[in-house]
């Protein structure tokens, strides 16, 4: 005797509902592709000042 994986608990679902959530179940389970490399902002780059440097600053 098999166990069936999914149960009805009130009403009767037909045979398209049924293949309603096993779909979205599956594509809940699947493996997601790898999540791309964190970048660095094209706008921070160690050569750009910031602003306007101080009067009193000895970077000037």
């Known amino acids: 005797m098999t166990v069936p994986a999914l149960r009805i608990e009130r009403g009767h679902a037909a045979a398209e509902e049924i293949a309603a959530i096993t779909a979205v179940l599956l594509a809940r389970t699947a493996p997601r592709p790898p999540a791309p490399p964190p970048t660095k902002a094209a706008w ?14 000895w970077r000037y």
């Open 44 to 57: 921070h780059t160690p050569e750009q000042r910031h602003g306007f440097p101080a009067a009193h600053s």
